[in-house]
C-alpha cells in the first residue's frame, strides 16, 4: 500500500507539470476530484472531454499525450469506483510533504468533486436524505481550515478520518446515481 501511494505521488507530480506546462488551471489532485464526480454522477460516455475542456481549458482540447494521460486517468477512476465490494478508490490527494498541504489538496479536490457531481446531476440540490446530507458535508469539507500552529498530529488524525468519510461519500454517490442512470427513461428535448 505505501508503494501504491508513493507511484501515485510520483505520478502527480508528473501530472501537475504536463498540466503546468499545456496552460491547464487546475492541478492533479483538482483533476482527480473533477473526474471522480463525473464519473459518480453517472457519466458513463465521451461527454466528459468536452466538460474537462470547457472547465478547465477554455474549450480548447488538450495535448494527445496528456489528453492519453488524462484517459487512463479516467479509466483508473472508474474501474477502482466499479469495485464497490472491496472499494479500492483512493482520494487523488496531492502534498504528501506536510498536513497542511494535504488538507489544502483534500478542499481543491472535493470542490472539484463537487464541480463535475454537479455538472452530471444538475438537480443535485435538491436531494434529500443522506445524499442530500452528504453534498453539505462536501460544501464544509470544501471549506476547510486551519491555522498554522495547529497540531500537526491531532490535524492529521482528524484528516485522516474525514478523508475515509469522504470516500465513504463518493461510494454513496456512486452507487446512487450509478444504479440508477441504468434504469432512467431517457429525456425528451
Known sequence: ??????IMAISQIELNQQLKTAGVGINASELHGFLSGLICGGIKDQSWQPLLYQLTHDNHAYPTALLAQVSELYQQISVELANVKS?????????NESVFARADSLSEWANHFLLGLGLA?????????????AVQDLHE?????YDEDDDEEE???????IIEYVRTI?????IRFNQTS?????RLH
Open 1 to 6: 500500500f505505501l508503494l501504491w501511494k508513493q
Open 87 to 95: 472499494f479500492v478508490f483512493e482520494l487523488g490527494l496531492t502534498g
Open 121 to 133: 446531476q444538475p438537480h443535485l440540490e435538491q436531494e434529500k436524505g443522506e445524499i442530500g446530507e
Open 141 to 145: 469539507i470544501c471549506q476547510l481550515g
Open 155 to 161: 490535524m492529521s488524525e482528524a484528516l485522516e478520518e
Open 170 to 174: 463518493v461510494a454513496l454517490f456512486y
Open 182 to 186: 441504468n434504469t432512467v427513461k431517457p
